[in-house]
C-alpha cells in the first residue's frame, strides 16, 4: 500500500563527534522491526557505519540513508558524520532533509560541532527536536543541557520529559504529557518498558516542569494563550498540536532524554519523529529558478506527483558493481525505472537503469520515486552532487549546493606507471563522490595534487584509495592550500602580436583590476558591447582571465576575491583570432595584477580545544607558540574548552604536542574559518 505524504519523514540525525548519533539510530533501526540485532560501534558492528574505515575508527565518514516504518508511518534516516572534516555531508543531508534530531551529550551539552550543524539546520531552516543522549553517564545533567542549548542557540527548548533520577542513578523518564513514570526492561533490551502513576519521590518535579511545559506553550500559541490567561483546561491533544505547529515553525525544539546505549528512551523519539517533525507537505515549499525563458525568475514547486518530476542530486556514492549511485530527494512529480530524464544545468539527457530504496548498505529495487520521498538512481553517468533533475517541459534549476573549499593538500605519485590511469580513475570517482575533495596537477613541478579539508579527510581519503580502490600510490607531507589576491587597484592596457602558421595574430585589451571584499570570490565583467565583435572573441577574453584566477600571479595558487573589468578591446577582423584574445587577456590579468599589489593568503583555522582544567596554561601556551590568538574559553563537565584561531600552516603536529603537554588528555577540533594576508610570503611556511 502506498503510504501518504502525511505518513512520510525525512530526517537526519546531527550532533557533535561522539554524542552518540549512531548507537541512536542502531536503537531506532531496532526497535522498529528493521534489524534484528543491535550493532555497537564499539564492536564495529553498528549497521549504519558500514565502511571498513568507519569500523575501524568508530566514527561516522558518509552519511548513511536508510528507510523504516513505525506505527504506519515510513522514516526516511539520514545518518549524518560529527567529525569537522566531514561537514560536506552533513550540509548535503541537511539540503534536502525535513527535519532533524540533535542529539545532544548530557554530560557536556552544546560541544564545538553542535554549534556548526546547528548554524548549519539554521541556514537551511531545518525544524528539529532534542534527544540529550547518555543520561547515565556520571556529570549527566538534562536541565543543564537543555538550557545550554537554549543559551548558545536563542532556541525556545521546552522539556516534554523530566529524569528520574542522572548519571548512575537513572531509571527512566517521567513524559510530562501523560504524567506517567517509564521504565525500560533490561532482559530485551529495552525493547518493552513499563509505564505506572509518578511516584511521591518524583511527583513535585513533574508537577512543577509540566507547569512550566504549559507555560512555555501557551506563550507561543495565541489561541492556547487566551485559555491558559481565563484559567481554562487545555487538553493534551491541544498541547501536543501547538507543539507540533510552533516545531514546524521553528519557534520550539521539543526535548527528549534517555541513553540509547543502555536502550532508554528511543521509542518515545521515535513517536516525537512522527507527532512534532514535519512531512513534505507541512513544510514551505521548495525554490526553484526556471531557465526556460531568456530571464531567469524564482518559482514555487509544490510538493505533488501529479507535476512535472524534480529532483535534486544530494550525494554521489560509488559501488564497484554498480558504478555511480545518485542519492536523489525528488521535489516533484514521479520518476520511473527506465525512464530518461534531463540534467538541467547540463543540459543532457541521461536514463535511469534502476531505482532503489536504500537501507545502509543493503539496497530494494523500486518500480518509480514519488516527490516527497528519496531514493537512489542508477545510471547517471554524468549527474553530481548538487544537479537538479527534470524534463525538457519543466526545466527548473534547484539552488546548488555551496561547499567549502579545501584548505590542505598532499602530493601523491602511483608507484608505476600502470597505476597511473587507475589513480587517476579513482580521484575522478571520489571528488564525484565528495565536492570538498579535488585533485590538479601542479603546472611547475608536474606533481599531482590532491586537497581536501583536513588531515583526517585526507587520511581517510587517501585510506580508501588504497583499500577499497587498490590503488597503489606514494603520498607526500601534507601542505596548506593558500591563495593569492590583490590589495589595491590597477589599469592595465596589453598588446598582443605573434605570427603563427605564417598568419598574423594581433590582439588589444584594456583591464581594470581591484580588490572584492573577502568571501565574495572572483568576478568576470565586460563594459564592451560591439556588434562587429564576434561572440567567440568575447568568450576567448573570459575564458583567458578565469583561466588566470585558477593559474595565480605569483606562487602559482588559485586567486580569490578579484574583480576584472574589460573596458576596451582593440578587434581587427583580419588579424584578430579568439587564440590571440585569450592569450591577450592572461597577459593583461598578469600585468594588472603585479601592479595591484599582489599578496598571499593563508587559512586561518577555528580550533577548538577540550582539556582539564589543570592543563588549560599548557594548551593555551601550545597555540600562541604557533602564532594563534585565544578567543574565548567556557566551563563544561568534561574539561574547559579554548576557542581560538591559528594559521593552518603552523598546525601541523599540534596533535602530538598537545597530547604531550596535557599527559595525553586533551583532545581538539579544527575547521576552516577564513583567510588572512601571509606575512613574509612564502619564506615563512611551517614545511
Known sequence: MAITL?????????AHIDAGKTTTTERILYYTGKIHRIGEIDDGAATMDFMKQEQDRGITIASAAITTDWKGYKINIID???????????????????????????VDGVQPQTETVWRQADEFKV??????????????????SINDVHEKFGA?????????GQGEKFEGVIDLLSMKEIRWNDADDGETFTESEISSEYIDLANEWREKLIDQ????????GEIYLEGGEITNQQLKDAIRKGTIERTLVPCFLGSARRNKGVQPLIDAVIDYLPCPTDI??????????????????????????????FKISYDKDMGPLSFVRVYSGKFTTGSQVLNVGKKKRERINRILRVNANHMEQMDSVSAGDIAVFVGLKISQTGDTLGSEGFPILLENVKFPEPVISVAIE?????????????????????????SHEDAETGQLIISGMGELHLDVLVTRMKEDFGVKAHVGAPQVTYRESISGSADCSSEWNRILAGKENVAGLTIHIEKREQGLGNSYTCNVRDSSIPDEIYAAIENGITNSFSSGIKYGYPCTDIAVTVNAINYNELTGTPFAFEACAVQAFDEAAEKASPNLLEPVMKVDITCPKEFVGDAMSQVTQRGGMISGQDSKASGEIIYCTAPMAKMFGFSTNLRSVTQGRASFSMEFSHFQVKQGGLNDSAY
Open 80 to 106: 549524518t558524520p560529527g567529525h569537522v572534516d566531514f561537514t560536506a555531508e552533513v550540509e548535503r543531508s541537511l539540503r534536502v532533509l525535513d527535519g532533524a534530531v540533535a542529539v545532544i551529550c548530557a
Open 414 to 438: 602511483p608507484e608505476s606507471i600502470s597505476d597511473k590511469d587507475k589513480l587517476n580513475e579513482t580521484l575522478e570517482i571520489m571528488s564525484k563522490e565528495d565536492p570538498t575533495f579535488t
Open 6 to 14: 502525511d505518513k512520510m519523514r525525512n530526517i537526519g540525525i546531527m
Open 284 to 313: 514551505p515549499v521548495a525554490k526553484g529558478i526556471s531557465v526556460k525563458k531568456d530571464k531567469e525568475e524564482e518559482v514555487d514547486i509544490p510538493c505533488d506527483e501529479k507535476k512535472m518530476p524534480l529532483g535534486l542530486v
Open 217 to 224: 506553550v501557551a506563550s507561543n500559541d495565541d489561541e492556547l
Open 156 to 164: 525556545n527548548t521546552i522539556a516534554l520529559q523530566v529524569p528520574m
Open 127 to 144: 525544524p528539529r527536536i532534542c534527544f540529550v543522549n547518555k543520561m547515565d553517564r556520571i556529570g549527566a545533567d538534562f536541565f543543564y
